[in-house]
């Protein structure tokens, strides 16, 4: 089989009217879901997306065995006290089950922050006893965690369990041991494996977190955590660029011995990269770049690093800026005026924040008049250029090649 071979059969099987329906009102309603109240698409059942509240509770660095060179819970975890106490809880999940207008799939309780499984039994079990009730109710659904991949055994597993704890996410970061070593996680990548497949093995949903651009980091070692992840097949992932926040050992490193943060140019190439890999292998993305606190916004609370509170509208911006540079390259056109179509929930991504893809475009190819019109049929992340009586199209997902993004599977025809 010749190369274009296989990409135009992917073509032909991706673009027939059925698939094309469905996947449009599966994306239609993964939307509709998102916009409303921030409730988060998880992941597709069936042709369905499923929807989930997700009410977080910070349990800031409690558990933890010893400091991770970037951590500085203050700033991530906002203004959750030390303890948490029964009414800080009751208080925090009936704000968010009050403020819930529309039905949704799940309801979770999410302790974030610190390591659970590594707070002693006692308090996990006080925890976990808060929700308890609401769950008796029917309020929410089930629990949900975070911790380390090196806490992680049948005991502690039996006592999430016994709890309705349903999703258990693990830190990760990297599958570089060298680069665990460096950012003083005190655990392994094997670790991670372990985790992973004994969080699947007893049923639980799983989640597993990376960072990128953490010391000794680059982007074939990044490629290689990409490659180990899929191949463990979590649920989901969650990716961020690592920030230097103030009072961590990273800040004295980057002030006084030469850690060098990523630019925002890097961050966004190596998470275009991630993002396209993992949801060509069938697992979602659920979050990009960190959520933004009002301790990370004070002043001098980061010191460096590739922060921006729309970090994942760069990345989906970015990959569409390719999507259409390549198409260009593709026309090799002297004309000056081109359209693009897409589906109306891409939009804003493929303009870039404050219209800039459609600036750079303009400034790359010499266009005058670049016109953006939306078909509700089409699918999402698809372009489709037509300029000088021909069309060009291709899609997101048509392939990563090496180190960096590259659109494949580009096809002209006469109209
Ligand atoms: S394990 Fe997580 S919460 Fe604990 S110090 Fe490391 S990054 Fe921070």
Known sequence: MRRGDSNRQYLEVKTSPTLNFIEKLRNDFSSWLTRIFSLRPLRLCGERAMSQLIIPVFISNRGCPNRCVFCNEKKTAGDFPDRITESTFRGTALKYLNNKRRKVDRIQIAFYGGNFTGIDKSYQTKLLGFAKPFIEEGLIDSIRISTRPDYIDSERLDLLEKFHVGTVEIGAQSMVDEVLNLAGRGHSSSDVRNAVQILKDRGFETGVHLMVGLPGDSMEKFEYTVDEIIALH?????????????????????????????????????????????????????????????????????????????????????????????????????????????????????????????????????????????????????????????????????????????????????P
Not at 262 to 283: P, S, V
Not at 312 to 318: A, C, D, H, P, Q
Not at 344 to 370: H, T, W, Y
């Open 234 to 414: 979590p649920d989901t992932v969650r990716i961020h660029p690592t920030i230097v926040f103030k009072d961590t050992a990273l800040a004295e490193s980057y002030r006084h011995s030469g850690y060098i943060p990523m630019t925002m140019a890097d961050a966004i190439d190596y998470c275009k990269y991630a993002l396209i890999r993992f949801e060509e292998a069938g697992i979602p993305v659920i979050r990009l770049g960190l959520q933004t606190t009002r301790e990370m916004e004070e002043e001098g609370s980061i010191v460096a690093g590739p922060f921006h509170p729309a970090f994942r509208s760069l990345v989906e911006g970015s990959i569409f800026l390719d999507m259409a540079s390549s198409l260009m390259e593709l026309a090799k056109t002297k004309s000056r005026e081109v359209t693009f179509t897409l589906s109306p929930k891409d939009v804003s991504n493929f303009r870039g924040l404050k219209n800039q893809n459609i600036s750079m475009l303009k400034g790359l190819f010499n266009l005058a008049e670049i016109s953006v019109k939306t078909d509700i049929l089409q699918k999402r992340r698809s372009l489709v250029m037509a300029v000088c009586g021909k069309t060009y199209r291709t899609d997101k997902r048509s392939g990563v090649q090496g180190s960096r993004f590259k659109v494949q599977g580009l096809e002209n025809s006469q």
